[in-house]
């Protein structure tokens, strides 16, 4: 397939950002990762060019912040205008309307036929936080139950939230305390012999004798989901599991909150995952693709659990700046004059369907799935054993990239392939961002011959 929108004009990375990679080794500490080593000029929709001149089609999407794309006209347009009005006031010193506006327009749209409130912060893990704070305190409890393979930020709290040790918790303790990590379902990897109404009634009672065996239900603030996992492998839970912990969170005056940092803005189909589930969170915490790149997270939910917070409680001096809500506005609008919801379904149906074929091809790709414009592979040396295969998923990230296609990997294991193109990608681009993969996924498997090929 001829390369149209990709185009590759020296190695990756190229001589300019080879010299930047220099500098940035050297000032720049190693604990802070990078995906892609080339250095970017410029981006526009889901396409990117770096300071050589390299031009790639981006399936990651700054890591799901980009459902409307780099640098959308409308959302520039907007941020020129804010920045010649004024940047920054804060909050807290002197208000402006737009603060006022967006959290008007986030009540209405998020699930609930009941008065909401929102609170607006820098980052997903400060909203996380937050949530926190506001659940201990409308609660008066103090216990936090995440689920194992979740990953909810790197502060403090969200990083004791988080399951996956290395990176993102290894020698940086001691963790948060009454922090409780609870069994979410993941159908792939059920027991031999059980099909999934059974693992789904399984994963249920585990999780109400997690409520015996660990942790009291009456001094539990929140339970705090995913609806659809994003570092933990893009893992869909069936609706029963979800639908069941809401009730016995109702049966036991615990919090429901519903993190969709990764998950929200149009990205499954709908404004919000968890609207995929038949239920009502007592609190959404949003973020990422909310700010099209500008930091921005928040907070909604209930307001008689949003107004427990007493005057400063909550807050902090750049959250929910004027640059952030106008483009968070911004966005909302794009994401329904475009239909990018319909647009994300259209796009989780063709890249499944594609994953599906590549399946049949490669024997390494063990599991297809995925929500809206969600889609994950995971990657095993073996069907049967289901043995995690993260070198092969290194080595096909790297082939990609080396092709001009932006990946990403994930999961509790690193062998998750998980694509998070920009919604707003046309289908020209899609077709080629797909093939790229196919060709690089070919190279790996036809390269190496610790790793297995299918029929062709």
Known sequence: MEKKYVKLQTE?????SREILERRNKYVPKGISNNCH?????????????VDGNCYIDFAGAI???NVGHSHPRVVRALQEQASQFIHTGFNVMMYESYIALAERLCQLAPGEFDKQAAFFNSGAEAVENAVKIARKYTKRQGIVSFTRGFHGRTLMTMTMTSKVKPYKYGFGPFAPEVYKAPYP??????????????SAMIIEQFEQFLLAEVAPETIAAVVMEPVQGEGGFIVPDKAFVKRVREICTEHGILF???EIQTGFARTGKYFAIDHF????????ISKSMGAGVPISGVIGRAEIMNTAEVGEIGGTYAGSPLGCRAALTVLDIIENEQLNDRASNIGDRVL???QLLAERFEGIGDVRGLGAMCAMEIVKDRQLKTPDKEAVGKIVKAAGERGLM???AGIYSNVIRLLMPITITDDQLEEGLQILEEAMEAVYKNDPAISVGGE
Do not use: C, H, W
């Open 278 to 285: 038949g239920v009502v969170p007592d609190l959404i915490t």
């Open 257 to 259: 909150i519903a993190d």
């Open 407 to 409: 990946l990403l990997s």
């Open 353 to 355: 369907e594609k994953m």
């Open 64 to 66: 799901g912040t980009l």
């Open 38 to 50: 080339s250095f970017v000029k410029k981006a526009q929709g889901a396409l990117v060019e770096d």
């Open 186 to 199: 993941y159908v792939y990897r059920r027991p031999e012999g059980m099909n999934e109404q059974q693992y």
């Open 12 to 16: 990756i990375p190229g001589p300019k």
